[in-house]
Structure formats: C-alpha cells, structure tokens
C-alpha cells in the first residue's frame, strides 16, 4: 500500500513537470514602455503661494524620473512641458536631472501651449523637441523687476526703519529708489544669467553662441518658427512625440504609460484656505492682486516669461 502511494505520487509529480517546465521555457513578451510625464506650471523651489497654481519643482521631477528609471521596462521618457518659466535655480537642478537621466533612457520633450524661458531652457537637452503649431516657446532672456512702494508707504503714512550691515543689504526690497551703481550690479546680474542661458541653448540645440544671441530677444515665438530658427525639431501633438520617441528609442509596439500629476498637497490646500479667509475679510480680487505683488515681486533673476 505504502509502495504504491509512492508510486502515484512519482506519477503525479512527473504530470506537474512535463506541464510547468514547458511554460517556464516560453519565452515572455518583452514589455518596453514610454513614460509620459506631465511637468505644469510655473517652475520654482516650493509652490508656496495661494495663487500661483501648480508648480514645477526638482523634487518633483526627481520623483517622477526616479519613478522611470526604476522601471526597468521603461525604455523612454515623454516630457510633457507646460510652463512659463520660472526661477532659474530650480530651472538649473531641473536641467541636471534630466541631463542625468539622458544618459541612460531616451528623453523627448512635448510641448503643449506654452513652453517659455525657463520652460524653454529645461527642454534643451532633450533628445528631440516636439512642439504644436501654435506652441508659445522661446522667450530666451532673463527678467528682473523690483516695486519701489516708497511712494505708497508716504501716501499711507508709514514710515519703515531700517537697519543693516552692508552698503547694498537693502537694495532689493523695494522700500527706496535704487541707486545708480545698485541698478548696474543688478544689470551685471542679470547679464550673467543670460550668458548662461544663451550657453545652454546653444550646446543643447547645436547652434552657435552668436545664434542664440541673435534669437535671444526675450521674444516669444510659434511653434512653426521655433522649428524653422532650429529651436524645436518637430511639429506636432503628444501622439507625434510618442511616435518618434519610439522610433529614436528602437522599440516596437510600445505601451504608455502616462504618470499622473500628485494630487492635492497639504500646502496647496492651506493655500486654499488662506484665499478663501480673503475674501472673508472683503478683499477685492484687486486688493489680492495687489497683496500678491507687494508680498511677491521679481526681486530675483528670473527665466519667466511674462502674460
């Protein structure tokens, strides 16, 4: 009795490999996949005001691309590029990080209706750039404004006293008229961030340095003349750059993958309390615009193009 329990269970073991091992031996179907990524908003370190909407940060491009690179069946990388710039640190570690990345997956940039200065700068080092016919890209140049409220101060009857340690300590906050040497070591400033975006234009897009100059007016341009100035590759909608990231990339029949943009944080929703007890307190969309400058201006070097 004891033999033939052994014996059956030889036969069922026997029964349970001719099946297994055959399926084990086919070969799977290799899944290579494009990653979308969708990057909207104004590109700055923290979205930290009520009323500038989303935001494109390096930590969460980090996330995004750490997210691709991890899948090891991600091939591919579409950036999905909506913005208007913003400040150019962030602009700057947004740059690395895809440069980074460049090195081992194929990164193609899509533009959607409007990829300006800062938005324009972190697509250079792309594989390829895709933008639509009416795209607004370009706007190569740097802006810096600062809001002398001293007027507004007298008006009010406020009086602001200030103390400090260095000549220039106060010379960005708005509060007097900026000397004449103040102007020229903001100018100097300012000067040196556009030869730095003229660079990166220039390396990124394969022109020259006097090239780039000559396009770097600031202005803005449509996606059909970014394409004949060789500032974007190709024309077209997303559908377009998932074609020809897949050609540039080797792969057939490939499966997107479309990220989804993070859903509602603790900050943007602390945000939206702070505009709600605005108006409240009978606040104007005036009076918050207003808020929004005087607590807010372009004290700093920015990549932004300015609707």
């Known amino acids: 009795m004891k033999k033939k329990a052994i014996i059956i269970s030889v036969c069922v073991l026997a029964v349970l490999v001719a099946i297994i091992v055959p399926?084990?031996?086919?070969?799977?179907?290799?899944?290579?996949?494009?990653?979308v990524i969708p990057l909207s908003g104004t590109i700055t370190m923290e979205n930290s005001s009520p009323f500038s909407g989303s935001a494109i940060t390096p930590e969460?491009?980090?996330?995004?691309?750490?997210k691709a690179e991890q899948d090891k069946s991600v091939?591919?990388?579409?950036?999905?590029?909506?913005?208007?710039?913003?400040?150019?640190?962030?602009?700057?570690?947004?740059?690395w990080?895809?440069?980074?990345?460049?090195?081992?997956?194929?990164?193609?940039?899509?533009?959607?209706?409007t990829a300006a200065s800062g938005g324009y700068y972190i697509s250079t080092k792309a594989d390829r750039i895709v933008a639509l016919p009416t795209t607004m890209t370009g706007s190569i140049g740097v802006i810096s404004q600062i809001t002398n409220v001293e007027g507004l101060l007298e008006k009010l009857g406020i009086e602001i006293e200030t103390f400090k340690?260095?000549?220039?300590?106060?010379?960005?906050?708005?509060?007097?008229?900026?000397?004449?040497e103040e102007k020229e070591i903001m100018q100097?400033?300012?000067?040196?961030y556009y030869e730095l975006f003229i660079e990166v234009v220039a390396e990124g897009r394969g022109l020259s340095t006097e090239e780039v100059r000559n396009l770097?007016?600031?202005?803005?341009?449509?996606?059909?003349?970014a394409k004949e100035l060789g500032l974007i590759d190709e024309l077209g909608d997303l559908e377009t750059a998932i074609n020809l990231t897949a050609e540039i990339a080797g792969i057939e029949d490939p499966v997107v993958e479309y990220y989804r943009e993070p859903g509602l944080t603790l900050r943007s929703l602390l945000g939206f309390v702070d505009a709600i007890r605005a108006r409240i307190t009978g606040f104007s969309a005036q009076d918050m615009i207003l808020m929004e400058i005087l607590s807010y201006n372009y004290r700093q070097p920015l990549f932004l193009y300015q609707s």
């Open 75 to 95: 091939k591919a990388i579409i950036l999905r590029i909506e913005s208007p710039g913003g400040e150019i640190a962030p602009c700057q570690e947004i740059l």
């Open 23 to 35: 399926i084990t031996l086919v070969p799977r179907p290799v899944v290579s996949k494009i990653a």
């Open 188 to 192: 100097e400033m300012i000067d040196l």
């Open 165 to 180: 340690g260095g000549e220039y300590k106060d010379m960005y906050r708005g509060l007097r008229e900026m000397t004449q």
């Open 97 to 113: 990080e895809i440069e980074r990345i460049d090195e081992t997956k194929t990164i193609v940039v899509s533009m959607g209706r």
């Open 60 to 66: 969460l491009v980090r996330d995004y691309l750490a």
């Open 216 to 225: 770097a007016t600031g202005q803005m341009y449509t996606g059909i003349e």
